[in-house]
C-alpha cells in the first residue's frame, strides 16, 4: 500500500503510538454516535403517542398554551372525521396519498390529515403551508406545529413550507388580538413588520403539478384572496382530485358563498356539514 505525499506530510513527525491511539479515539467516536442514533431512533418509535382529537388538545395544554384557542381556531373533531369518511369514500385504496394543507396554526388538524394518510401508507406526505405570523396571540405558532407533529411521530410525514400561499396578506383576517405577552397586536400596524415567503402555492406548481390527492384550505377568509388559492390548488391536484374547504358557514359568508360558486369553475361539490365543505375536480 502506497502513502500519498499529502498523507505524508500530515503523520511526519507523529509516533505510531500516537497515530494508532487517534485512529483508535476516531473509531470509537464513530461507535458511539452510531449507538446513540440507533438508540434514540428505537427511543422515539417506542414512545411514539397514537393521535386522537382529544390528545392533540390535551399536549397544547400541556405545553401551556390555551386549550380554548386550539379549539375555536381548529376544524372540530365531527367535521375532521366527516373529512376522513369523504376521503375514504373519494381515493384510490393501497397506495400511497400526498396532501396539501394550507393554514397550520398549532397543528391540531394537519396532525389529523398526516396521521389519517400514513394509515393508508408509510410513504404517504402532506405539505403545510404557513406564514408562521403571530395568530390568536401566540407568537411563532410553527414552532408548536413541529412539537406537536414530533410528539406523535408524524414528523416523518410531513413537508412544511413557512410562507404565504399566495401574494402577502394581513393577518388574523384583520382582528386585533393580545399576544402571549399580554400585548395587543394589530396586524394593521404589524404588516410591515411580518415578514415570510410568498406564493408558495405557484411556485409547488413548478416542482409538483398534477401530484396531490387532496387538498385542505383553511387560512385567509378573504373571498378574493380563497379564489387566488383554489385556482393554483386545481392546477396542483390530480385529475378529479379533492379539495376541503373549512369554514363554509354562515358565520362566513364569503366562503360559503365561494364554495357555492366553485360549482361553475370545474368542480362538483361532494358534500357539507355545516363547517367543512368537499369538492371534487372535474376533468377539463
Known amino acids: 500500500m502506497t502513502i500519498s505525499s499529502r498523507v505524508r ?15 483508535i479515539r476516531s473509531q470509537t467516536v464513530k461507535r ?21 382529537y382529544k390528545a392533540a388538545i390535551d399536549f397544547i395544554g400541556a ?39 394550507v393554514g397550520n396554526f398549532l397543528g391540531i388538524s394537519l396532525c389529523h390529515f398526516v396521521d389519517y394518510v400514513r394509515k393508508k401508507s408509510d ?14 396571540g401566540i407568537q411563532d405558532p410553527q414552532k408548536h406545529v413541529i412539537s406537536i407533529l414530533n410528539y406523535f411521530g408524524l414528523q416523518r410525514n ?10 402577502k396578506s394581513i393577518s388574523n383576517d384583520g382582528n386585533i388580538h393580545i399576544d402571549d405577552k399580554g400585548l395587543e397586536y394589530d396586524p394593521f400596524s404589524e404588516y410591515r413588520n411580518e415578514e415570510s415567503c410568498e406564493n ?20 385567509n377568509h378573504e373571498r378574493s384572496y380563497l379564489q387566488g388559492e383554489t385556482s393554483v390548488v386545481k392546477r396542483l391536484l390530480k385529475p378529479e382530485g379533492v379539495l376541503i374547504l373549512d369554514d363554509v358557514s354562515d358565520a362566513w359568508v364569503d366562503i360559503k358563498a365561494e364554495f357555492d360558486d366553485l360549482r361553475s ?13 368537499v369538492l371534487r375536480s372535474t376533468p377539463q
Open 9 to 23: 506530510r500530515t503523520i511526519k513527525g507523529v509516533t505510531p503510538h500516537a497515530l494508532v491511539m487517534a485512529i
Open 32 to 52: 458511539r454516535r452510531s449507538d446513540a442514533l440507533r438508540s434514540v431512533s428505537a427511543s422515539v418509535n417506542e414512545i411514539r403517542n397514537a393521535y386522537s
Open 63 to 101: 405545553i401551556g398554551l390555551p386549550r380554548e384557542s386550539a379549539i375555536g381556531a381548529s376544524i372540530p373533531q365531527l367535521s375532521l372525521e366527516f373529512c376522513s369518511a369523504a376521503l375514504d369514500d373519494l381515493l384510490p385504496k393501497g397506495v400511497p396519498l400526498i396532501g396539501l394543507h
Open 123 to 136: 410513504q404517504s406526505v402532506i405539505v403545510s403551508i404557513d406564514p408562521n405570523l403571530t395568530c390568536m
Open 158 to 167: 410531513a413537508v412544511v413550507c413557512v410562507g404565504y400561499s399566495n401574494e
Open 200 to 219: 408558495v402555492l405557484s411556485n409547488l406548481c413548478t416542482i409538483w403539478e398534477g401530484r396531490f390527492d387532496f387538498a385542505v384550505v383553511d387560512g
Open 265 to 277: 369553475k370545474g368542480w362538483r361539490a361532494v358534500n357539507a356539514d355545516g363547517r367543512v365543505g
